[in-house]
């Protein structure tokens, strides 16, 4: 079974031949600045496999959310962002560098490189972004927070792109895709189908809640674009709670 559902944000559960990985794990109603539209079911999260940890920006590693999830859990990290985690706790973490790979029952994941600024303050650490490849049966891609780069292409062919498409405030700095970058990047990783993550969960608590419409329209314009640039691929919109079974 491939199976994939979108919790919100960059936060993914992947259910690939009996391993269950969630990516990215924020769920908390209000994050610094940010406020969640709709709740994370938790209930759903249990019996993971491995937690895979994009980067180190606050958005994306939670330390708060990976305790609700128990501190037993394999966390997997960017080298170098593995104390954030131990010392609170969290007992099997592991790091790894682009290329390298671990081993979850009949899945491989392994580390891919990513372009994108992943400091976590002036006195925080040091660490690469990475993506993560998620092998077995199917072959699904989870970019993190990431720009095009020509290397995406070495990750293809695939059979699903989880790719972000949009952030959390009117604009988006460099080092991240918005919706026509994203659907650009399609044409290099050549999946069967893409799901648009990293929109319409998180936004500023000064500004009035978006109505539906515009909270998705990040993910519309990707269709729109993909439409044009990849029309090969098989594009899924999903909304927080949703999921996609893969054929």
Known sequence: MARVTYVGHATVLVELDGVRLLTDPVLRRRVLHLRRRGVASMDALRGLDAILVSHAHWDHLDVPSLTRLGRDVRIVLPRGAGRLVRRRFFRNVVELDVGESIELGDVTVTAAPAEHDAGRGPLGVRAPALGYVVEGTKRIYFAG???????????????????????????????????QRAAEALRLLRPQSAVPIHWGTYSLITKPRAAPGVERAPADQFARFAAELAPDVDVRILDLGESLDLP
């Open 145 to 179: 927070d990431t720009d095009l780069f020509p290397a995406m292409a070495e990750l293809a062919p695939l059979d699903l792109a989880l790719l972000p498409v949009a952030g959390w405030g009117p604009r988006l700095p460099p080092g991240h895709l918005d919706p």
